[in-house]
T-cell receptor, first 114, second 115 residues
Framework: SAVISQKPSRDICQRGTSLTIQCQVD?????MFWYRQQPGQSLTLIAT?????????ESGFVIDKFPISRPNLTFSTLTVSNMSPEDSSIYLC???????????FGQGTRLTVV | GDSVTQMEGPVTLSEEAFLTINCTYT??????LFWYVQYPGEGLQLLLK?????DKGSNKGFEATYRKETTSFHLEKGSVQVSDSAVYFC??????????????FGTGTRLTIIP
């Protein structure tokens, strides 16, 4: 299994500002995944972060809006830039188990943009 | 592309009732199938999984069988408890490569159990 610590757990931000979310894993992992869960909706993958290379973004998500860092094998950040109320969501970090199809999730960051 | 169609919610049941949440999928290859649960205010937790046809995943009294002929992975529990109140997500992951692939989620089903 993997234990994932995500910070902050929640935040209320002013529109036009940026928020950086941190994800720390207790073991080294190849890839880390960032998901968004809009209110009452399912999870949508934002991007996949590989250590030492640029993140791969899903359709509808761009690096300028959601820049991601992956400085080492246990840590990643997701920044939500120039926020608007439509960015109010839960953002979740996820990693795979070693030699496993199972994914583990952090507790999520509940973001409210006012 | 891959997709998951999940039973619409919300679902409200009385304690000790029988639960079924339907899930069907569309995918190429041989995906792995999952049920995740999200308790109020928490992140997602894996409830059970199945990695090949006819496999049955089970955990905490919940079961789901991977049915390739009907492309289904319905979640069942014989007697629900108030503590089962949560949102349940059906998900799949492609079977052509092992790991490091995105999960495709269903829309989620909110389950409320009343005493």
């Amino acid at each position: 299994s993997a234990v994932i610590s995500q910070k902050p757990s929640r935040d209320i931000c002013q529109r036009g500002t940026s928020l950086t979310i941190q994800c720390q894993v207790d073991s080294q992992v190849t890839m880390m995944f960032w998901y968004r869960q809009q209110p009452g909706q399912s999870l949508t993958l934002i991007a996949t972060a590989n250590q030492g290379s640029e993140a791969t973004y899903e359709s509808g998500f761009v690096i300028d809006k959601f820049p991601i860092s992956r400085p080492n094998l246990t840590f990643s950040t997701l920044t939500v830039s120039n926020m608007s109320p439509e960015d109010s969501s839960i953002y979740l970090c996820s990693v795979d188990g070693v030699f496993s199809t199972e994914a583990f999730f952090g507790q999520g960051t509940r973001l409210t943009v006012v | 592309g891959d997709s998951v169609t999940q039973m619409e919610g919300p679902v409200t049941l009385s304690e000790e009732a029988f639960l079924t949440i339907n899930c069907t999928y569309t995918a190429t290859g041989y995906p792995s199938l999952f049920w995740y649960v999200q308790y109020p205010g928490e992140g997602l937790q894996l409830l059970l999984k199945a990695t090949k046809a006819d496999d049955k995943g089970s955990n905490k009294g919940f079961e789901a069988t991977y049915r390739k002929e009907t492309t289904s992975f319905h979640l069942e529990k014989g007697s629900v408890q108030v503590s089962d109140s949560a949102v349940y997500f059906c998900a799949l992951r492609g079977g052509s490569n092992f790991g490091n692939e995105k999960l495709t989620f269903g829309t989620g089903t909110r389950l409320t159990i009343i005493p």
